[in-house]
C-alpha cells in the first residue's frame, strides 16, 4: 500500500511565526513532491514542488525534501492570518498519473 | 474561461437518477484527471486519462463512468449512486501525467438522497 502521512493538526502558530508541515511517504522510489493549499470549501491549489534532495524557497515558502528519509516539509515564514488553511502534500511515486497519492492534510491556524 | 472549469457547481439527486459532471481545461495540458473528497478523508484518485487515453482504476464501482472526447474535456456519468457517493468531485489537469504538477478545478459538490 503506497501512502503518503501527514499530521492532521490543526497546527496553531502565532501570526508572524514560522510554520512547520511535515509529511512521510512509504516508496522509497518516488520522484516528485508537491505542496498544495485547500481553504474550506475551496479546492487544491499548488504551492510548491520539488524533485531534488535540499531546500526550495519561492517567497515565503520553503520546501524541504530528503529521500533517504522519506520526508518532505513546507516552512512557512512570517505566517499570515490568510494562510490559515489546510495543506495537502501530495507525492509521485513512480512517475505516472495514477500512482500521485495525497496525503490526509494538516490544518494550519494562524492567530493574530 | 482559464484554468480548469467544473459544472454544475452543486449538484443533488436521487439515487435512482442519471446525471453528469463536465469539466473543461484551458491550460493546453493533455492528460485529465477525477478525484473524490470526502469528508476527513484524503483525496481519492478515481479515474486518469491520458492523450484520451483511460488508465483503468478497479477500485472505483461501476456507477461512475468516466468519458474524455478530446484532451480538454471530461465527463464522468453518474448512475444509481449510494448516499455515500456524496462528496466533492474535483477534476484536475497536468501536461503528461508522469510526474507532473496537476492543477484543479473548483469541483461539484454532490450530494445524494
Known amino acids: 500500500q503506497k501512502e503518503v502521512e501527514q499530521n492532521s493538526g490543526p497546527l496553531s502558530v502565532p501570526e508572524g511565526a514560522i510554520a512547520s508541515l511535515n509529511c512521510t511517504y512509504s516508496?522509497?522510489?518516488?520522484?516528485?513532491f508537491f505542496w498544495y493549499r485547500q481553504y474550506s470549501g475551496k479546492s487544491p491549489e499548488l504551492i510548491m514542488f520539488i524533485y531534488s534532495n535540499g531546500d526550495k524557497e519561492d517567497g515565503r515558502f520553503t520546501a524541504q525534501l530528503n529521500k533517504a528519509s522519506q520526508y518532505v516539509s513546507l516552512l512557512i515564514r512570517d505566517s499570515q492570518p490568510s494562510d490559515s488553511a489546510t495543506y495537502l502534500c501530495a507525492v509521485n511515486m513512480d512517475n505516472y498519473g495514477q500512482n500521485f497519492v495525497f496525503g490526509p492534510g494538516t490544518r494550519l491556524s494562524v492567530l493574530p | 474561461e482559464t484554468g480548469v472549469t467544473q459544472t454544475p457547481r452543486h449538484l443533488v439527486m436521487g439515487m435512482t437518477n442519471k446525471k453528469s459532471l463536465k469539466c473543461e481545461q484551458h491550460?493546453?495540458?493533455?492528460?485529465m484527471y477525477w478525484y473524490k473528497q470526502s469528508a476527513k478523508k484524503p483525496l481519492e484518485l478515481m479515474f486518469v486519462y491520458s492523450l484520451e487515453e483511460r488508465v483503468e482504476n478497479n477500485s472505483v464501482p461501476s456507477r461512475f463512468s468516466p468519458e474524455c472526447p478530446n484532451s480538454s474535456h471530461l465527463f464522468l456519468h453518474l448512475h444509481t449512486l449510494q448516499p455515500e457517493d456524496s462528496a466533492l468531485y474535483l477534476c484536475?489537469?497536468?501536461?503528461?501525467?508522469?510526474?507532473?504538477?496537476?492543477?484543479f478545478g473548483p469541483g461539484t459538490r454532490l450530494t445524494v438522497l
Open positions: 484536475a489537469s497536468s501536461q503528461g501525467h508522469r510526474g507532473s504538477e496537476q492543477f
Open positions: 491550460l493546453g495540458h493533455n492528460a
Open positions: 516508496d522509497r522510489g518516488s520522484q516528485s
